[in-house]
C-alpha cells in the first residue's frame, strides 16, 4: 500500500493507494467513532456496497444511497443526506464515508462540511476522476445557474483509494479520468508526460494504474498544500479548464464526460501554448494519443460564437477578458490574458484543422 501525505491548514491527512485495501479501512480508523454514515450512488451500491459495510467492524453503521449522476449535487439530495443523518441520530462524534466516484465525494464531503457545523469523513474514491476530487478538499453542490457555486474548503480525514474498484470503470470513465492526469503530467514534469502517452488505456495494468495516480495526487497535493484556497497557484489546476468547461456546458452535461471535454481543452491550451512561446509540446503525439483512445472529438457540432460567450462566463474571466492558463514549457504554466480577437482567431484555427 502506498501513502501520500497531505498538509492542510486544518490538518494532516493520508492517501492510502493499493488494490483491495478498502476492507482494511476498519484497521485504520483510530478515532472512536459514535456512528458511521456510508454515502454512495446505486450503481456503487449494487457492485460494492454489501462488502464494505461488513467490513467495518462498528455496531452502529449506516448507509444513504444516491442516484447516480452529475444531477444528485443539488440542493435537495443535499437536504435528504442531512435529513437521513438526523434519522440515524448521527452527533458530533459520528463519521460520514463518501464511497463513490466525484459526485458522492463532492456531496458527502458538502454534508459532512454542514451537518452539526461538520463532522468527519472520508473519502473512498471509485473512479480515476475521483483522484482529482477526493484531495484538496474542495467539497460542493451545484446551483442552476452554475457548477459547484455552494460549496466550501473542507479536507477529509483520510483517503482509501483502492484501486480494485477501478476493474468495473467503463472506458468512458477510464478515459475521463486520465485526462486531469495527463494534465497533472503537463504541470509537473515530461517524462511523466511521455509514459502517459505511451499508454493503452484499453490494456492498462494496474501497476501502472498506481503509479500514474500516485504521481497525479502528488502533483496535485504539491500545489494544493501551497495554496488551498486557490488565491495563487492553484489556478493553474485550471489548465485546459476554460476551453474545457466551455465544451462541457454547450454540448450538454451527459454527452462528453468532463475528462472527455478537458482532454479537448487541454488540446487546445497546449496549441495554444506552442504558437505564443514558440516552444514544442508534443501537441500531435497528444493528439494521437487522443485518437488512439478513442477520445471523442465532436467539432462539427461547435459554434465559435457560441463557444466564446461561454469562455467569457469562466470562473477566471476578469473585467471581460478571458484569462487561459498555458504553458512556457512542461511543467512551467502561466496564467495569460488573450484578447477576444487572439483567442477566436485562435478558436477558428483550431476547429478548422
Ligand atoms: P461520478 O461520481 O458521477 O462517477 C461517474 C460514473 O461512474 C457514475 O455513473 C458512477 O456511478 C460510476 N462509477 C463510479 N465508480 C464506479 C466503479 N468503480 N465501477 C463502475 N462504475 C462506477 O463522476 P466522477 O467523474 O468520478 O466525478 C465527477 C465530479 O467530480 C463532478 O461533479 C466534478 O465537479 C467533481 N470534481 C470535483 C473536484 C474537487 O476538487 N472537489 C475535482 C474534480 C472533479
Ligand atoms: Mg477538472
Keep these: 500500500m502506498k501513502e501520500i501525505i497531505i498538509k492542510s491548514s486544518s490538518h494532516t491527512y493520508p492517501i492510502y493507494i493499493g488494490e483491495s485495501i ?28 454489501n462488502s464494505f459495510l461488513q467490513s467495518l467492524n462498528h455496531n ?132 511523466f508526460y511521455d509514459e502517459l502517452l505511451n499508454t493503452n488505456l484499453q490494456f492498462l495494468r494496474n501497476e501502472h494504474l498506481i503509479e500514474h495516480l500516485e504521481k497525479g495526487i502528488t502533483t496535485k497535493a504539491t500545489i494544493v498544500e501551497e495554496d488551498e484556497r486557490e488565491l495563487g497557484n492553484r489556478k493553474y489546476l485550471n489548465l485546459g479548464h476554460t476551453f474545457g468547461h466551455a465544451l462541457e456546458a454547450e454540448l450538454g452535461y451527459g454527452n462528453l464526460t468532463h475528462g472527455e471535454s478537458v482532454a479537448i481543452g487541454l488540446l487546445f491550451a497546449l496549441t495554444i501554448s506552442e504558437k505564443e512561446f514558440d516552444m514544442d509540446m508534443k501537441v500531435k503525439r497528444f493528439y494521437q494519443w487522443l485518437k488512439m483512445n ?34 512556457k514549457d512542461i511543467g512551467v504554466p502561466v496564467m495569460v490574458e488573450l484578447g477576444n480577437e487572439k483567442i477566436n482567431e485562435y478558436l477558428f484555427l483550431f476547429l478548422e484543422q
Aim: cysteine-free; charged content about 20%.
Design 60 to 191: 452502529k453503521v449506516h448507509h444513504a444511497t444516491i442516484p447516480a449522476g452529475e444531477s444528485s449535487k443539488s440542493i435537495e439530495q443535499f437536504y435528504q443526506l442531512h435529513s437521513a443523518a438526523i434519522e440515524y441520530g448521527l452527533d458530533r462524534s459520528s463519521l460520514l464515508i463518501a464511497f463513490g466516484g466525484g459526485v458522492v465525494g463532492d456531496l458527502a464531503g458538502f454534508v459532512a462540511a454542514t451537518y452539526m457545523r461538520g463532522i468527519d469523513y472520508i473519502q473512498v474514491p471509485t473512479t480515476i476522476l475521483a483522484h482529482d476530487s477526493s484531495v484538496g478538499g474542495k467539497v460542493a453542490i451545484n446551483h442552476e445557474n452554475g457548477k459547484n457555486l455552494i460549496g466550501s474548503f473542507y479536507p477529509p480525514k483520510m483517503v482509501v483509494y483502492d484501486i480494485e474498484m477501478l476493474d468495473t470503470l467503463p472506458l468512458k470513465e477510464i478515459r475521463s479520468g486520465y485526462a486531469e492526469l495527463i494534465k497533472e503530467a503537463l504541470l509537473s514534469d515530461e517524462s
Design 22 to 49: 478498502r476492507f482494511q479501512l476498519n484497521e485504520v480508523l483510530k478515532e472512536d467513532y459514535s456512528s458511521i454514515l456510508v454515502v454512495t450512488d446505486d450503481h456503487l451500491e449494487k457492485l460494492y456496497l
Design 294 to 327: 478513442d477520445y471523442p472529438f465532436p467539432v462539427e457540432q461547435l459554434n465559435i460564437n457560441k463557444l466564446f460567450s461561454r469562455m467569457k462566463v469562466d470562473k477566471k474571466t476578469v473585467s471581460q477578458s478571458i484569462q487561459m492558463v498555458l504553458l
